[in-house]
Nanobody
Framework: QVQLVESGGGLVQPGGSLRLTCASS????????MGWYRQAPGKQREWIAT???????LYSDSAKGRFTISRDNAQNTMSLQMNNLKPEDTAVYYC?????????????WGQGTQVTVSS
């Protein structure tokens, strides 16, 4: 079992920045795929970014150019640096991890952290 805990959310003005962090209770060396999702009120959960053990990254169109995903194997953390935030980025952000690349992989979620972009 893996516990994931997000932190770093908050209220920020449009154009501002936030850095979200996801701390894992288990070494992330055994979590080959980690990522971020978000869910705005009344909307479905949306994929934002993924990072692999080899530090390959993928971004949604909404995140590309503004968000950067990274992982720190020594600290067992994953981060999402969000720049030039917009009101439409307001959502609960969730950390996600899979413990293998197989289709039968276990998937873990954090409890979420609220990001509000408003003036």
């Amino acid at each position: 079992q893996v516990q994931l805990v997000e932190s770093g959310g908050g209220l920020v003005q449009p154009g501002g920045s936030l850095r979200l962090t996801c701390a894992s209770s288990r070494t992330i060396l055994r979590l080959p795929n980690m990522g971020w999702y978000r869910q705005a009120p009344g909307k479905q959960r949306e994929w934002i970014a993924t990072i692999t053990q080899g530090d390959n990254t993928l971004y949604s169109d909404s995140a590309k150019g503004r968000f950067t995903i990274s992982r720190d194997n020594a600290q067992n953390t994953m981060s999402l640096q969000m720049n030039n935030l917009k009101p439409e980025d307001t959502a609960v952000y969730y950390c996600n991890a899979k413990d293998s690349l197989a289709s039968s992989a276990n998937t873990y979620w954090g409890q979420g952290t609220q990001v509000t972009v408003s003036s």
